[in-house]
Each structure stands twice: as structure tokens, then as C-alpha cells.
């Protein structure tokens, strides 16, 4: 390896005031650079049907991205068309994962096997953690009008696969609002700021932001190290990373390690920014349910068959 007299020079004088004590003495803050996080991968939303008929776009869960652990899967339902939604997500399982649903425009509603029975609405969100099994169905609450809607499934520790089931429906005026630079903040799950988003007690440790912007602008948010991360661009053109790779609406971007994401617009934007804690388990998933092994996935659906999922 060669180096410039610059470099050596430059070398020589960092030494010489280290033994002095100059550098030792400024406070540790002042050295500490951010690392902004880069865009390793962008993935088109690809159309998809699911459920009893409904036309939707996917992104997590796609032949190009099966899984950025612990995320599983990431839905956009967006259709003025009643035919496109209506048909809904009828009674079905779930097992050793939690699904969480985001409403932007529209009404859901939810039943499951313990009677419980919810609705979200625009602006509302939902975290529910199936743990060791449930039975629930996600209708739509209207029958005309505009539907948009998000679910991305998040994966548990095989330590929680057996937890009770549980819901945390979060309704519009409990989710925590800021602004972050020049961009507008939804905060569903997490800390930005010293602020707590209304989700709790979950064992991934989620963060979950609804980022917009109204005009051209930037902001760079706090995201933990180590943790995965991804950006889904909701609306308008959103440029992302420490390149600044510009993304439209329906794209979505892996964003490498680093301890802030950085995200900017020539005009309106909007993205949604999601990271939580890997797991490194092996990973099982067939249908509505992901174990750590084969063998649990097959219980798993031995047990909906006898009607023994609900009942352990």
C-alpha cells in the first residue's frame, strides 16, 4: 500500500498531538461520525391475489426478497375497486409470528377465535402476535369507497412461538406525532427523540415510522445498529441512503447497517421505515404458519385439522 506525502504528513501530526494529549482531551461526542445506512437492495412491488380473491402488491415475501429477517412479508392493498378488496381475508390460522396491519385509507375489521372483534380505520394500526395459534378474519368495513391498506408479518424467537395469542389495535389518535427535520412523523413502534410509539412489549424490538414529506426536504432518523431495516416509498419519489438512491411509489429498499437512515424528496413524498432485531433461527414457513423446523410446521397443521390450534 502506497501513501501521499499529504497522508504521511497528516499521520505523523495525528501521532505527535495524541501523545500530547490534544486529541484525548476533546469530549468523545465530537469524534463520533454517523454512519448513514446505504441501499443494498430495491424490489419492485410485484401483483399478487390473496385471501378469498383480494388484488393487492407485494414486496417482502416475493421471489426477489423471500425474507429480510424477521420480516416475512409485506402486502399493499390500494384500490378504489370494491370487487378488488371486498372479497376479503375470511377465517384462517396463524401460528409462531405476529401480522401487523396499517391503514391509510378505509376500514378493517377483525374477529378471531377468542371473540375478540376490532375495527380499524383510517390512520389506525394493528399489532397482533398469533404465538402458539388463532383463528381470525380481516374483512373490509365498508362496501365502497377507496381501500389502502399494509400488513407485513414479523417472525418470533422460537422461545415465543407458544406465547398467547394478543392484539394491540392502536387507534389514530394514539399513535405518536413529530416532526423529524423537514418531514412529518407517524410513530407506531419504537423510540425517536425520547418518545415511545404506542406499540409495546414486543420481542423484536420494532421500530415503525410513517415518514412524509410535503415539500422538497430531507431528514435523517436515529435507527438502531444491528437491527434490519427496510423503506417502502407510499407516495411521490423518496431518495434514500447514503447515495441517495432516488425510489418511487411501489418500490421498496434493504438498507444496510448503520445507526441512521437518511431520506430526502425533490417535492411530496411519503415512505414508510421499518427495522427490528434478526433472529438467526432457522426458518420454516408454509401457508399461514413459520416454525423453526418441518417437523413444527406439519404439527401445525395437524393440530388445525384435529381443532386442537386454538385449544393448547
Known sequence: MSYSRRSFLSSVVGAAAAQLGCIADRPASARVTPRTRAVRQVVDAQPTVEGAGVHLRRTLGSRALPMLDPFLLLDEVHSDRPEDYAPGFPTHPHRGFETVTYVLDGAFEHRDSSGNHGRLATGSAQW????????????????????????????????????????????????????????????????????????????????????????????????????????????????????????????LAVLGDGDRVVASTDGAGRALLVSARPLNEPVARRGPFVMNTDEEIQQAFDDYRSGRLVQL
Open 128 to 251: 397482533m402476535t398469533a404465538g402458539r395459534g388463532i383463528l381470525h378474519s380481516e374483512m373490509p368495513g365498508q362496501t365502497a369507497g377507496g381501500m389502502w391498506m399494509f400488513q407485513f408479518w414479523v417472525n418470533l424467537p422460537r422461545a415465543s412461538k407458544w406465547v398467547a395469542p394478543r392484539y394491540q389495535d392502536i387507534a389514530p389518535d394514539r399513535i405518536v406525532e413529530a416532526r423529524v427535520d423537514d418531514a412529518h412523523v407517524r410513530l407506531v413502534a419504537g423510540e425517536l427523540a425520547g418518545r415511545h410509539g404506542p406499540v409495546e412489549g414486543i420481542v423484536t424490538a420494532p421500530q415503525m415510522l410513517d415518514l412524509r414529506f410535503d415539500a422538497r426536504g430531507r431528514c435523517a432518523v436515529p435507527v438502531t445498529p444491528g437491527h434490519n431495516a427496510f423503506a417502502y416509498v407510499i407516495e411521490g419519489r423518496v431518495k434514500l441512503g447514503l447515495d441517495e438512491v432516488p425510489l418511487r411509489a411501489g418500490q
